[in-house]
């Protein structure tokens, strides 16, 4: 079977602002397995890339070990990339944002690749307000090694042999909420519709944005039994507020039906016009995010959409107090300016 995707494609297919083709922030051809939610996450990513006309080459993806992590092979070919070892993607952000806080950071990661061994590189990199989307493709397993259970499984749930899952679940929405996350959401790999708007306002938030998005394993947990199978999702995933993204200088009006509508604008003049559900859901409520999170699970319930966002609050570098200039673009004579100084440094702390 041969893995090269066609170069061919319609002469007329539509371009963005940069001149750039759909086409042209695709990857390689996939190699998960057919049906995978990850690819429908990786063709959201490729969507709300084109539609935002991000430069390819002002982009770095990074992913850890995983189904998840293969997936950034398969969208944004042209842009930086970085396979890091499991679990440990949070840090080789971290890296990569301090050398050159002019990229756009979007991590892939999975549910074992960031709730079991990079757990703790997840909650400091949530708590350190990295300027980045972290993107996790939940489905509950570890299809990479046959369909182990991972820890975001709900307990009670069943394996596909049979076996029952005995202990309760890390909700990583909640706990990215209570590290201090400014911009939380979470959304299911078969609505498109929903998934490209979040994405494009995560990508465009300045700070740490994080999408939990429900992605069904088609070969391991997929089965009548499982709270990660596409039927399930479908009959139990709830909106608790519907989102459209407005770029910057562009006109967009949205109507909706009944309800109350809310504008929140980003650090870039883009706005993420929201449309609460029934209940009154307020993506600007911290604890109000993390109280219906809870609610609507302990309904079985799965509660999709803008959870919450803070368009307040800067990022690391503006805690920090970093240089604007990129450290990989200052000279030697600026990053090594002489033994006098480094004395003067020293003497600073006698």
Same mark, same amino acid.
């Given at each position: ?35 995978? %939610? ?6 959201? #990513? ?5 539609? $935002?006309? *991000?430069? +390819?080459?002002?982009? =770095? ?17 042209k ?15 971290t ?14 990661s ?9 757990l ?26 046959k ?14 042999? %049979? ?6 679940? #890390?909700?990583?929405p909640?706990?990215? $909420?209570? *590290?201090? +996350?400014?911009?939380? =959401? ?36 997929n089965?009548a ?38 504008d ?37 319930e ?21 240089t ?23 003497n600073?702390?006698?």
């Amino acid at each position: 079977m041969s893995y090269i995707k066609s170069q061919f494609h319609h002469p007329k297919l539509a371009k963005n602002k940069l001149g750039m083709t759909y086409r042209e922030y695709e990857g390689s051809m996939s190699t998960l397995c057919a049906g995978c %939610g990850h690819d429908a996450v990786g063709a959201a #990513i490729v969507q709300a890339c084109y539609e $935002l006309s *991000l430069p +390819a080459h002002r982009i =770095a993806k990074l992913s850890g070990i995983g189904c998840s992590s293969k997936a950034p092979t398969y969208f944004l070919g042209k842009s930086h990339g970085f396979n890091t070892v499991h679990g440990r993607m949070p840090s080789v952000a971290t890296g990569a944002s301090m050398a050159n806080k002019n990229l756009k950071y979007i991590g892939m990661s999975g549910d074992g690749d960031t709730a079991s061994i990079g757990l703790g590189q997840f909650a400091h990199v949530v708590r350190r307000r990295l300027d980045m989307t972290y993107i996790v493709a939940n489905n509950g397993v570890y299809g990479l090694t046959k369909g182990q259970t991972a820890a975001t499984a709900e307990k009670g749930s069943k394996t596909k042999k %049979g076996s029952e899952v005995l202990w309760s679940d #890390i909700d990583l929405p909640t706990m990215a $909420l209570q *590290l201090g +996350a400014t911009f939380v =959401a979470r959304s299911f790999s078969g609505d498109k519709e929903q998934m490209v708007p979040l994405l494009k306002a995560a990508i465009c938030h300045e700070g740490f944005a994080f999408i939990d998005i429900i992605s069904p394993c088609v070969t391991f947990n997929n089965h009548a039994t499982s709270t990660r199978s596409y039927d399930y999702v479908r009959d139990h995933v709830l909106a608790g507020s519907i989102a459209d993204f407005v770029p910057v200088r562009e006109n967009i009006t949205t109507e909706y039906g009944e309800g109350e509508s809310k504008d929140i604008g980003l650090h870039d003049g883009s706005i993420i016009r929201l449309h609460k559900g029934k209940d009154g859901f307020d993506p600007s409520d911290r604890m109000g995010a993390i109280n219906a999170l809870h609610t609507h699970k302990e309904k079985g319930e799965i509660l999709t959409g803008l959870l919450y966002c803070d368009p307040t609050f800067r990022d690391m570098h503006n805690i920090l107090g970093t240089t604007e200039t990129s450290l990989n673009s200052l000279s030697e004579k600026t990053l090594c300016p002489g033994q006098h100084v480094l004395e003067g440094i020293n003497n600073g702390f006698r």
